[in-house]
Structure formats: C-alpha cells, structure tokens
C-alpha cells in the first residue's frame, strides 16, 4: 500500500553537515583552492555529536511519559486497526505470509505490514534476516531484489519467489524478523516522534498508520512531509496547540495526499475509523471500538 521517498531522515542533519564541510574549499601553499578532508570529518563528527546529545534528551522526555502505544494490550491493538485496512482482518498475525502485486506501481507487497519490493524495505528485511540466518529460502533471490529496488518488476522472482516467501514465514525466525522491522522502521520512529510532538495514545496511531502507508521518507507526500505540512497550519501540542485541532489538520493533509495519488482511492481507513475515534474524543484510544473500512464493521472490545 505504499510508499514514497526513502529512509533518509534521520541521517539527513549528518550527511548536510558534512556536505557543508567537504564543499567548503581549504588553501594549497600556492594558494590554490583544496578541499579540507579534515574539516569534512570533524563537521561530520560534530554533528553526529549533537545528534547523539539530542536524542539522549528527547530519550529523557520519553522515558517520563506513558507507554501509550507501545504498551503491550494498545500495540496489539493498533496491529489490529491497521490489519483491518491492510488486509481486510483483525488477525494480524495471517499476513506474515501474504504476497501479491496488488497493481500499485510498488512491485510485490508483502508480510506483516506490507513490505515491498519496489519500496526498499522489504529487500532490507531479507538482507536483515539473511545475515542472522545464512542459506534461508529468501537469500537466492537478493540479487534479483537489489535489481528490481525502487520498480515495480518482478525480473528475477518469477515463478518462485512468492512460493519461497510463504514458505519461509511458516518459520518462526521469520515471522519474528518481520516483526522487528516493522517496529525498527515504522512503529518505533512513529510512537516515538508523536510523543515528542505531546501527542496521546490516538495521535501515536495516526502517525504509526501514516508511516505505514505513505512511507517514512521526506518527500511531500510521505509521512515526514505530511507531518511538515500539518505543522505549517497548526502547532502540536508540544508547541502549546490544541491535540484535536492539530490531528484533524494532519488527516486532511494525508487525506489530500492519499487522493492526489489516486482520485477515487477508499479514505475510509481515516473518515470512519481514525477521524471518527478523534471526533469522539477518543484521544487514548480505549476500547471497546467500532469503526468501518471499506465497508466493513469491526470491533475490538
């Protein structure tokens, strides 16, 4: 169901910096312009400095909130929302081996929360699980995953890389694998960041749902380019803005962005399910719940 842009953002202020430094032209003896190759690397150490001090302070204002959605009975139910428009089911756990091209431009989707093959992260999980786990039944098929990185060909995989794929989520090991990049690239950054910005349990969903669908690139329509978008009309909380206000301008700045890349695209994953708990004041997300996708009603008591 996604993505746009790549994982970039967190290394984004390192790379600038140094890129700062390198193009940054130092003097030879004669005068002629040189480039500083110290200067590049005591840049990049500099900010890789800063970017370790501040996240041990963001660290510290975290470690005194809540768990919200990272408690365990609140994870387990924001796998379930986004289950239900992902795949249709609140069983979760039935989509580690799920596959198809569902048509989308983004090549095979696949696993626990829509990995795919044209979108960087699902060749990252193989590469991931093939280094703790050598000779599984994904590893032949890298090459052809590198290759087709970033389109929507399955040169390379066909006939028998979705047989492969069903075959390896029958283990454990990786079910658990998928399960930890989920976290490492959607879950945790997306709980993590919305904390940050003094959001509750439902403003760490919507961001969580967010990354999973538009990706957590920097572009204008992934999730870090939506959340700039949003804090241009309105501060969060952290900034001492209204939580409700700032989450319904954030829904429909991706509600926007869900449309501009297809017009008649179902948005019912937001205006009867994360607008609906938000217009009810459901700012903790308590159970029980009721909300629709795609026409269909669940419930999670």
């Known amino acids: 169901m996604k993505r746009a842009g790549c994982l970039l953002f967190a290394a984004l202020p390192v790379v600038i910096t140094a890129g700062v430094y390198v193009l940054t032209p130092a003097h030879s003896d004669d005068g002629t312009p040189k480039t500083s190759v110290s200067a590049a690397q005591h840049g990049a150490a500099d900010a890789k400095s800063r970017a370790e001090k501040e996240r041990a302070e963001d660290d510290e204002v975290i470690a005194d909130l809540p768990p919200g959605l990272a408690a365990p009975a609140e994870k387990e139910l924001a796998q379930k929302l986004v289950a239900s ?33 044209g979108t960087h992260d699902l060749l990252t999980l193989v590469e991931r699980y093939t280094k703790a786990h050598p000779g599984n039944g994904l590893a032949t098929y890298l090459p052809a995953l590198r290759a087709v990185d970033g389109t929507d060909s399955h040169k390379g995989l066909d006939p028998g890389f979705t047989a492969a794929w069903k075959a390896e989520a029958r283990l ?9 990049e989920r976290d490492r690239v959607y879950f945790d950054p997306a709980v993590r960041l919305a904390k940050l910005d003094g959001l509750g349990t439902l403003g760490q969903f919507i961001y969580y749902d967010a990354m999973v669908f538009h990706g957590p690139g920097t572009g204008p329509t992934s ?23 700032y989450l319904d301008i954030f829904l429909d700045v991706r509600r926007k962005a869900m449309q501009a890349k297809r017009a008649d695209i179902d948005t019912s994953r937001i205006d009867t399910a994360q607008r609906q708990f938000l217009y009810d004041g459901n700012l903790s997300l308590r159970t029980p719940l009721t909300w629709r996708v795609y026409g269909e009603t669940y419930k999670v008591q």
């Open 85 to 117: 428009a992902e795949n249709s089911t609140l069983d979760w756990r039935s989509a580690y081996g799920y596959i198809e091209d569902i048509g989308d431009g983004q090549g095979y989707t696949a696993g626990v929360i829509g990995f795919c093959t």
């Open 172 to 180: 454990p090991a990786f079910r658990t694998a998928q399960d930890e």
């Open 223 to 245: 999730f870090y380019g939506l959340r700039e978008r949003a804090m241009r009309e309105a501060d969060t909380p952290s900034q001492g803005g209204s939580e409700k206000n």
